[in-house]
């Protein structure tokens, strides 16, 4: 069964109506509208158990009479909930009629593969029961065999008639149990039978002494745990995902001493009678506008949901609108159903399902119309599974259309019929296939037989790349790649669909307007002679882009951004998934933004075109405003400026400005820098940045000797702060600005905000920030990064405080291994009249510096010296991209100029230790060694210099 390909239609509500609907949502069905309207008046009685709360329309009680019925749904969503009938149907004299029906012995099962007895008796009517690894075999479910049983589900049957969507099922299977006290159990478990109909509802029928059902979801935090106390008569109905979240039990209880009967209705797949034509008619509707069986449908809860088991809801007409329209009742329809209640508009509801349907299938007919397919061929299909990180695959046949039917800038498609081929046709029962089976297939692929009726045949779209297709192998790896995208967003998709169940449960603010979202699943399609494609479902409806790679957010919706900012975080800021477009929240064709050297597997090796790594984060974060969906994830917060803040809007910035900031990162050399005039700015009086904390340059005492740092400095935390960086760095180079209009002074760039993400990088220990920092802070010129930016002393009296701020950025910075950090800061100190500690502090870094250098001078040695012999001559540096860093990665802002190399590092720490420190332990012997060190090391360097 193609269980995966899901396409629906989906109608988007306006974003706005979301908060209600999500309201709504939490406490359906209660508050449902029909619901709410259809309301009758409170009944008498105890009232509604823990956890229960809704009752149920007054037509559903009308049918049973003057009893209560109680709805509690079992986790936030109402995916799963129950339904509780009090004295829905009473034993009477059954009872004890029923009760001498046990079998003679207690219930057999295996548990782990050991032989057990269960404590309790048992017996299934009308179908086998397969349960705990063992199959029950039934007695008939006849009014001869069982007529307590078939009482009972003539009673059932009254029930069904007033749902639509299960009148005509058959539950015609019944297992009942026979509880002799309260010794007698059941242990946890889910009804969750192979064969049973996908969320077809579980009626559970209680009668003798009192006992408690207990529902606990299987994973804790999946929804509630509910306790009920089931009477003689009571009713329990599950359904929706009740089976699939959670599972239930009759706890054993010392007090109980009384005899219980419980009778279990469930609707088995083999047993649902022929559809009538009418019903079958309907199906084809559904089908026809997604290429999804109704059963798939119930099987992801829509059936299921709420109390549309009950009513057709609007909602989930409103799913099968071909375009996305709002779709909402009209004023004359609310009105009608205030006063006329159920059925008219449970049939009005329907009609309009049907309506859309119809349309849907119209608007489909005609898109398949001129479909001239070519003969079927046989092809393999490969589907990429995330977890094992590897290809699954599949024969087929496929036919496709004669021409393409759209083409863009890179790629044409092509309308294709998929059949996946039924094994049971093709092979012999066993698995092995059957010799005329295979003569049928051979029949098959040469046209010489129609395509077999009971395949299933789906509707795609195959895409392969206009200019690449001819290039077999590299053609199906860029098919691949797609795949692969797609279906890792897939599996983001579930993750965050998964969060959002979870946070509006765990935080009870509902959904905050997050939807359920999901991406088309898609596979290489691939034809003998290497031909590829790469294939997904086809979806008609309005297609939307809501973000682009290029960081541009577009339109209002919160749900797409906050899958992008999800998935940054989720990855562990290894990936981030944009360029987010679809129908509905169904959606497609997305693209990673991945950092190489921390994905594995095959996402690693996928394409790199569309990846700008750290400038696409940044893009997006930038763009990015915060929502409520993103509160709702508690989402991390990214800091922007004040002026950000203040002055962008999403929608501020042109597509074309931000594509131009990502492409030009490869190609062209950056553009001139904005025009700044005549600019300047006080480092200490931008907004939102406070340094003031910095000025204590002693502070970087804390850190003594880099060469005390335990380990090698770690950047996987940076990437946060790579980001700020790389924002700072295109607002230097004019790529990115804030909305002029706004701002009332044209042309001018945004200065302020690029220091404060300077800062913001700073405060999380990126190097290249604390001394891009300490430069903007230093009463020296610098051209290459913000020359608008002064330091402290031209406007600022207190010079000595502007040079604190210098020493500490750059001793943070040394501190964290920037070699020319180390050996600017101790010129700085060298400078001045520096204490002893300080000269200790300097001469550490130093002798730092020049191991470092002095390592590197080697490491580069012994590198020519390799190639030299493998005589490599190509140049591999075909201006490559560093994806991992921002573009400012190891920039010294001028902190290279410090006039030291080596050797002259050694010899001035050697000074150092001959003078000022000599007080400093073995000072003279470590003076002695760093001059030999010194003139070792300078022999052979002046060497090679003559
Ligand atoms: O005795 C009960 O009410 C529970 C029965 C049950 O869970 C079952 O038959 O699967
Ligand atoms: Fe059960």
Same mark, same amino acid.
């Given at each position: 069964m193609a269980k995966d390909q899901v396409v629906l239609e989906l109608s988007s509500e306006e974003e706005t109506s979301e908060p209600q609907r999500a309201k709504r949502r939490r406490v359906a069905p209660k508050d449902g509208p029909l619901a709410r309207a259809l309301r009758g008046a409170p009944l008498p009685g105890?009232?509604?158990?823990?956890?229960f709360s809704a009752e149920l329309p007054a037509k559903v009680k009308d049918v049973m009479g003057a009893n209560e019925a109680f709805c509690a749904s079992l986790d936030a969503s109402a995916d799963s909930w129950v339904l509780l009938l009090r004295k829905w149907l009473p034993s009477g004299e059954l009872f004890e009629r029923l009760w001498n029906r046990h079998p003679p012995d207690l219930g057999k099962g295996k548990l782990f593969g050991k032989e057990v007895t269960f404590h309790r008796y048992q017996q299934s009517f009308g179908a086998d029961y397969a349960f705990s690894g063992q199959t029950a075999h039934a007695h008939p479910l006849t009014r001869q065999d069982a007529p307590e049983v078939w009482h009972v589900l003539q009673q059932l049957q009254k029930l069904l008639a007033l749902a639509p969507p299960l009148k005509d099922r058959n539950y015609g299977a019944c297992l009942v149990n026979w509880y002799d006290g309260g010794k007698h159990s059941m242990g946890f478990h889910s009804d969750d039978e192979r064969g049973l109909v996908a969320a077809a509802p579980i009626f559970a029928i209680s009668w003798g002494c009192t006992r408690t059902f207990r529902l606990a979801p299987k994973k804790a935090g999946d929804g509630h745990k509910v306790d009920v106390e089931v009477h003689d008569g009571d009713l329990i109905v599950m359904g929706g995902a009740c089976q699939r979240s959670h599972k239930h039990a009759i706890p054993a209880s010392a007090k109980t001493h009384g005899r219980r009967i419980s009778l279990t209705f469930r609707c088995f797949q083999s047993q649902q009678p022929g559809e009538s034509k009418k019903q079958k008619h309907q199906r084809a509707l559904l089908q026809s506008c997604c290429p999804i069986s109704v059963d798939q449908l119930q099987a992801r809860g829509f059936f299921g949901r709420h109390d549309s088991t009950w009513l057709w809801r609007p909602a989930l007409a409103a799913m099968f609108l071909p375009a996305p329209r709002t779709f909402s009742l009209s004023e004359e329809t609310k009105a009608s159903i205030k006063a006329r209640g159920t059925s008219k508009v449970a049939s009005a509801a329907k009609e309009k399902l049907l309506r859309a349907a119809r349309k849907a299938r119209q608007q489909i007919q005609s898109q398949w119309r001129d479909f001239q397919p070519e003969d079927p061929k046989l092809a393999t299909t490969r589907r990429y599974d995330v977890e094992t990180d590897g290809w699954v695959e599949e024969q087929v046949m496929i036919q496709l259309d004669s021409k393409a039917f759209g083409k863009g800038a890179v790629r044409e498609c092509f309308r294709m019929k998929e059949v996946r081929l039924d094994t049971r046709l093709f092979s012999g029962e066993g698995g092995s296939p059957h010799p005329r089976a295979r003569l049928s297939f051979a029949a098959v692929a040469a046209g010489l037989m129609e395509l077999p009726r009971s395949s299933r045949r789906t509707l795609w779209v195959a895409k392969r790349s206009i200019e690449d297709h001819h290039r077999k192998i590299m053609h199906r790896r860029e098919c691949e790649t797609d795949v692969i995208h797609q279906t890792f967003a897939k599996h983001y998709a579930e993750l965050f669909n998964q969060e959002v169940h979870r946070q509006a449960l765990e935080t009870?603010? /509902?959904?905050? /307007?997050a939807h359920d979202i999901d991406f088309l699943l898609t596979h290489v399609v691939e034809l003998p002679e290497r031909v590829t494609f790469s294939a997904e479902a086809f979806v008609s409806g309005e297609y939307l882009k809501h973000n682009t790679n290029g960081g541009s957010i577009i339109g209002a919706r919160t749900t797409p951004q906050a899958f992008s900012y999800f998935t940054f975080v989720k990855s562990g800021r290894r990936l981030m998934i944009v360029d987010i477009q679809g129908v509905v929240d169904l959606y497609t064709d997305p693209v990673i933004h991945f950092l190489p050297s921390k994905v594995s597997g095959k996402l690693a090796g996928a394409d790199m075109e569309l990846n700008f790594g750290i400038r696409g984060f940044a893009l997006f974060l930038w763009s990015h405003r915060r929502n409520d969906v993103d509160q709702l994830l508690k989402l991390p917060v990214f800091s922007l400026s004040p002026h950000e803040e203040k002055y962008l809007e999403p929608t501020s910035r042109t597509v074309t400005q931000l594509i131009e900031a990502t492409k030009s990162r490869k190609?062209? %050399? %950056?553009?001139?820098?904005?025009? /700044?005039?005549?600019l300047v700015l006080n480092l200490h009086e931008i907004p939102g940045v406070d340094l003031s904390d910095w000025c204590d340059w002693h502070g970087a005492f804390a850190h003594r000797s880099a060469r005390a740092r335990s380990g090698s400095f770690d950047r996987e935390d940076l990437v946060e702060a790579e980001c700020h960086m790389e924002i700072a760095a295109m607002y230097h180079e004019g790529r990115i600005t804030l909305r002029e209009e706004d701002r009332g002074e044209p042309r001018r760039p945004e200065v302020e905000s690029a220091v404060f993400h300077v800062v913001e990088a700073a405060r999380q220990d990126l190097p290249e920030a604390l001394m891009a920092l300490a430069r903007l802070a230093s009463q020296e010129e610098h051209p290459g990064f913000l020359p608008q930016v002064l330091g402290a002393s031209e406007t600022n009296a207190d010079d000595s405080k502007g040079r604190s701020l210098v020493l500490a950025l750059l001793g943070r910075a040394a501190t964290l291994g920037a070699k020319h950090a180390m050996a600017a800061l101790a010129a700085e100190v060298l400078r001045g009249d520096a204490s002893q500690d300080e000269l200790q502090l300097a001469a550490d870094h130093l002798e730092e510096f020049a191991m470092e250098t002095l390592e590197e001078l080697r490491a580069k040695e012994a590198k020519a010296a390799e190639q030299e012999e493998s005589e490599e001559e190509e140049e591999d540096d075909e201006e490559e991209v560093d994806q991992e860093h921002n573009s400012l990665h190891r920039r010294s802002f001028g902190w290279?100029?410090? /006039?030291?190399?080596a050797w002259q590092a050694l010899r001035r720490v050697a000074e150092l230790y001959e003078g000022p420190l000599k007080e400093a332990p073995d000072a003279s012997k470590r003076a002695a060694e760093l001059r030999q060190l010194s003139q070792d090391g300078a022999k052979p360097a002046e060497e090679k210099r003559s």
């Open positions: 105890p009232g509604p158990p823990p956890g009870g603010l /509902g959904r905050c /307007g190609s062209q %050399p %950056p553009p001139q820098q904005a025009e /700044g005039g005549d290279e100029v410090h /006039g030291f190399d």
